[in-house]
Every structure is written in C-alpha cells, then in structure tokens.
C-alpha cells in the first residue's frame, strides 16, 4: 500500500486554521465509515447463510468474501475525507447557540 503525503498548507487553505480542518474532516470521515457500514450490511443480508451440523468447521461463503473484497478496494474514508476537504467539497457551519 502506497503512502501519500498530504502538504498540511493545502489543508490549511480549507479552512480557518489546521485544527479546523482536521476536525471537519475526521466528522466527514466518521460519516463515510457510518455509509459504508450500512451498505456492507444490507449486501451482507442479502447472502443467505451456510448451515452446517458441525459448528466446529470453518467454512468460507464466497459471496461474502467477494463483497469483502470489493468493499477493501474502495478508499479508505479518511482518505475520501481529505479528498472531499482539499476539492472544496465539504461545506460546515458553526451551530449557533
């Protein structure tokens, strides 16, 4: 797996201060995890289980396995965070108290 540095300026640039930024992004990420945990598991209720006598035995489901896979392919969402944060894509606001 290949590591990308992220220039901290261009993140900077996105908000008011570092700080900010990162926490805008660490919600937007917690949001995206929360996205994918839904669909994984509404795929994952789709896929009828295996039923054996013996519980003991460990047995793989290949469709389970395939959307797995697939699933890991996808970025991951801090990183679809960042992305979303450096392209201007997500917009925030203070709550007003």
């Known amino acids: 797996m290949q590591i990308t540095p992220i220039d901290l300026r261009e993140i900077d640039k996105c908000a008011e ?9 660490s919600l937007r ?6 996205e994918v ?3 994984f ?10 039923t054996t006598d ?5 047995i793989d489901n290949p469709a389970q396995l395939k ?10 969402p801090h990183i679809q965070a960042l992305d979303e944060l450096l392209k201007d894509e997500t917009k925030y606001k203070y ?3």
Do not use: F, G, H, M
């Open 37 to 39: 945990k839904i669909e």
């Open 41 to 50: 598991n509404a795929l994952l209720s789709t896929i009828p289980e295996a």
């Open 29 to 34: 990420a917690r949001q995206l995890n929360d």
């Open 67 to 76: 959307i797995s896979q697939d699933l890991e392919k996808r970025k991951k």
């Open 54 to 58: 013996d519980e003991s035995e460990d």
């Open 95 to 97: 709550k007003d108290y």
């Open 17 to 25: 201060n570092i700080y900010e930024a990162i926490i805008v992004s």
